[in-house]
């Protein structure tokens, strides 16, 4: 998966949350990356700071940082990342990040209210069930026969002799 021109989006340091094309493999443990379009600058970065994308652009081995700015505007990579399940749950987090005190508190509020609901909801569907499971339990009650008295009578008769004994 590791290969000139795939985009990748960076981890840890100060570049975190934005994404950048790889340009070069320098070893086994660091790439050096260039993001123009996303304000990433050429620099290495290790494997274990980087994410890799889906996304590839195709780009020669170690090209200058113009013709990757070229390129990724061609492709339109960073409308096509915006898109993404990975770029939405960073804009959501950055959001909660940004919420001031008082934003904070009305969220909190609002959770209540909905696990409130969803709660008042739930038990009222569990007491429905209930009691159509009890009304299906006695329509489907069972006849006594004869066979039932039988094993009524012979319990009854066990005790009896258990009292006696």
Same mark, same amino acid.
């Given at each position: 998966?590791?290969e000139?021109?795939r985009?990748v989006?960076v981890?840890?340091?100060p570049?975190?949350?934005?994404i950048?094309a790889?340009?070069?493999?320098?070893?086994?443990n660091?790439?050096l990356?260039?993001?123009?379009s996303?304000?990433?600058?050429?620099?290495p970065?290790? @494997?274990?700071?980087?994410?890799?994308?889906?996304f590839v652009?195709?780009?020669?081995h170690g090209c200058r940082t113009? @013709?990757?700015?070229?390129?990724?505007?061609?492709?339109?990579?960073n409308t096509? @990342?915006?898109?993404?399940?990975?770029?939405?749950?960073?804009?959501?987090?950055e959001k909660?990040?940004?919420?001031?005190?008082?934003?904070? @508190?009305r969220?909190?509020?609002l959770?209540?209210?909905?696990n409130?609901?969803?709660?008042?909801t739930?038990?009222k569907?569990?007491?429905?069930?209930?009691?159509?499971?009890?009304?299906?339990?006695?329509a489907?009650k069972?006849p006594?026969?004869?066979?039932n008295?039988?094993?009524?009578?012979k319990?009854?008769?066990k005790?009896a002799?258990?009292?006696k004994a």
């Amino acid at each position: 998966m590791v290969e000139i021109g795939r985009v990748v989006l960076v981890r840890r340091g100060p570049e975190t949350g934005k994404i950048c094309a790889i340009v070069d493999v320098i070893d086994q443990n660091r790439v050096l990356v260039d993001g123009p379009s996303s304000g990433v600058k050429r620099q290495p970065l290790m @494997f274990k700071d980087i994410r890799l994308t889906g996304f590839v652009i195709k780009i020669p081995h170690g090209c200058r940082t113009s @013709f990757v700015k070229k390129v990724w505007d061609a492709d339109d990579i960073n409308t096509k @990342f915006a898109a993404t399940p990975k770029a939405k749950q960073l804009q959501a987090i950055e959001k909660r990040a940004a919420l001031t005190d008082l934003e904070r @508190f009305r969220l909190y509020q609002l959770k209540q209210k909905v696990n409130r609901a969803v709660r008042s909801t739930l038990s009222k569907l569990k007491i429905e069930a209930r009691k159509s499971k009890s009304k299906k339990a006695k329509a489907v009650k069972k006849p006594k026969t004869a066979l039932n008295k039988k094993k009524k009578e012979k319990r009854l008769a066990k005790k009896a002799a258990a009292q006696k004994a």
